[in-house]
């Protein structure tokens, strides 16, 4: 496992003073691109290469949210690579070694050029270790979309929204998502599946259903098709 010792900044919690979900997100993001970093197949190897590793889905079970001032260690390892998809673990623990935060996520490897997925080779991933599956309850990937959905107010894809990929960053989309949750909607579990990358000046239009365990948030094109969609557990 490849890990960093933290600890939580103001800037990184909400009202209750507790590390939010997107900073988890960040802490879980910084983590692997560090190590790709470190193994020296990080960014600047990629764009080399024209290559792109774009997130796919995400499902984060947060057992407790780390809080103001906390020393975290956050972890990640590359548990398979298929075809054009690459699987991996991450976890947020503790000061007593205590799992805050794990998750599983998939990438896939896109060609910048023709912007198509392309199958792995050794020179993607010679500075990865295979390690063992995180042993949880792997959710689907796919996400079904509630029928009775329910629109909200479009709003504009802005500058801060994007990152180096110039595309919304996955982390982006869990923030702007956050905000049609009902009040005092505790997250217990996140599941998201990204379909296709909102740019710059795009319009997306949120569409949300609520259940008794679940919110489940469509951000959508002005045609309805879903950039991402987001279920939160309670």
């Given at each position: 496992?490849?890990?960093?010792?933290?600890?939580?900044?103001?800037?990184?919690?909400?009202?209750?003073k507790?590390?939010?979900?997107?900073?988890?997100?960040?802490?879980?993001?910084?983590?692997?691109t560090?190590?790709?970093?470190?193994?020296?197949?990080?960014?600047?190897?990629?764009?080399?290469?024209?290559?792109?590793?774009?997130m796919?889905?995400?499902q984060?079970?947060v057992?407790?949210?780390?809080?103001l001032?906390?020393?975290?260690?956050?972890?990640?390892?590359?548990?398979?690579?298929?075809s054009?998809?690459?699987?991996?673990?991450?976890?947020?623990?503790?000061?007593?070694?205590?799992?805050?935060?794990?998750?599983?996520?998939?990438?896939?490897?896109?060609?910048t050029?023709?912007?198509?997925?392309?199958?792995?080779?050794?020179?993607?991933?010679?500075?990865?270790t295979?390690?063992?599956?995180?042993?949880?309850?792997?959710?689907?990937?796919?996400?079904?979309?509630?029928?009775?959905?329910?629109?909200?107010?479009?709003?504009?894809?802005?500058?801060?929204?994007?990152?180096?990929n110039?595309?919304?960053?996955n982390?982006?989309?869990?923030?702007?998502?956050?905000?049609?949750?009902?009040?005092?909607?505790?997250?217990?579990?996140?599941?998201?599946e990204?379909?296709?990358?909102?740019?710059?000046?795009?319009t997306?239009?949120?569409?949300?259903?609520?259940?008794k365990?679940?919110?489940?948030?469509v951000?959508?094109?002005?045609?309805?098709?879903?950039?991402?969609v987001?279920?939160?557990?309670?």
């Amino acid at each position: 496992m490849y890990s960093f010792n933290s600890r939580v900044r103001y800037s990184e919690i909400n009202k209750d003073k507790q590390l939010d979900l997107a900073s988890i997100i960040n802490y879980f993001q910084d983590c692997s691109t560090f190590q790709s970093e470190d193994n020296g197949i990080g960014l600047s190897y990629l764009e080399e290469r024209n290559r792109v590793w774009l997130m796919y889905s995400w499902q984060i079970i947060v057992n407790r949210y780390p809080t103001l001032g906390e020393n975290i260690t956050t972890g990640t390892w590359a548990y398979d690579f298929k075809s054009m998809y690459g699987y991996r673990n991450f976890i947020i623990k503790d000061s007593n070694d205590q799992i805050c935060a794990v998750a599983n996520s998939i990438w896939v490897l896109l060609d910048t050029k023709t912007h198509r997925p392309v199958r792995i080779t050794e020179d993607d991933i010679h500075g990865y270790t295979i390690e063992e599956k995180y042993n949880m309850e792997y959710a689907p990937r796919k996400i079904k979309i509630p029928k009775d959905l329910k629109s909200y107010d479009s709003f504009t894809v802005i500058k801060s929204n994007l990152d180096t990929n110039d595309h919304v960053n996955n982390g982006q989309y869990i923030k702007m998502a956050e905000e049609y949750l009902p009040s005092e909607f505790k997250i217990k579990q996140l599941r998201a599946e990204y379909r296709m990358s909102a740019l710059l000046g795009d319009t997306i239009i949120p569409m949300v259903n609520e259940t008794k365990d679940t919110c489940t948030v469509v951000l959508g094109d002005t045609n309805g098709k879903p950039y991402t969609v987001i279920e939160f557990e309670r």
